[in-house]
């Protein structure tokens, strides 16, 4: 079945420091990635997604992401966090799966950055 | 905003109550989701609609009643629930493809006591 790792539940970093949250997933077919964003009290938003071409996608506010296909990553970066990027961050697979589109979302990452 | 609507937004229910959640959306989209959010687990896809049908019943206990009338309603009939029931319910939309972003409501609090 399709799942989706995310490895860290809770970060806490600094202003200014640099971010790398990972993600990885299990499907043997071709898929399309997203990274989702919760900014407190606030709905799920998309942040970046990768469909096919450059494997480095770059996404709103700085962020970016790689899809590594021989690891099955797809992990977020961003070289300098913001106080206002404190978030929940959430990885999403969507894949077609015995004639449905599912998408499949990672347990989700804690991110609080202190200014 | 995203375009997608949940109502209510928080819900307090009895176990032997029935309830209802509503979303809706005037996105144009024609696939429709319920997901269940709760501490600590992944987002839980409970079910998908495309096109008003429901495409993805993924082991939902049957106290879970979803109903697509058109394409721009989505409703979860609650009945008979147990306190473990008690998460966030979201909504989401896109259009039918693996392409697809989804955008989400900003879900129902739900409490069972």
């Known amino acids: 079945a399709q799942s989706v790792s995310q490895h860290n539940h809770h970060v806490i970093l600094s202003e200014a420091a640099s971010l790398e949250l990972g993600c990885n997933y299990s499907?043997?077919?071709?898929?399309?990635l997203f990274w989702y964003v919760q900014y407190p009290g606030q709905h799920l938003q998309l942040l970046l997604k990768?469909?096919?071409?450059?494997?480095l996608v770059k996404g709103i506010k700085g962020f970016e992401a790689e899809f590594i296909k021989s690891k099955f990553s797809f992990n977020l970066r961003k070289p300098s966090v913001q106080w206002s990027d404190t978030a929940e961050y959430f990885c999403?697979?969507?894949?077609?799966?015995?004639?449905?589109?599912?998408?499949?979302f990672g347990t989700g990452t804690r991110l609080k950055v202190l200014a | 905003e995203t375009g997608v609507t949940q109502t209510p937004r928080h819900l307090v229910m009895g176990m032997t109550n029935k309830k209802s959640l509503k979303c809706e959306q005037h996105?144009?989209?024609?696939?429709m989701y319920w997901y269940k959010q709760s501490a600590k687990k992944p987002l839980e896809l409970m079910f998908v609609?495309?096109?008003?049908?429901?495409?993805e019943n993924n082991s939902v206990p049957s106290r879970f009643s979803p109903e697509c009338p058109n394409s721009s309603h989505l409703f979860l009939h609650l009945h008979t629930l147990q306190p473990e029931d008690s998460a966030l319910y979201l909504c989401?939309?896109?259009?039918?493809?693996?392409?697809?972003?989804?955008?989400f409501g900003q879900g129902t609090r739900l409490t069972v006591v």
């Open positions: 990768y469909f096919s071409g450059d494997p």
């Open positions: 609609y495309s096109l008003e049908e429901r495409v």
């Open positions: 989401a939309s896109s259009p039918w493809g693996d392409w697809a972003e989804a955008f």
């Open positions: 996105l144009g989209h024609n696939a």
């Open positions: 499907y043997g077919g071709t898929v399309n």
């Open positions: 999403a697979v969507n894949a077609l799966t015995s004639g449905t589109y599912k998408y499949i």
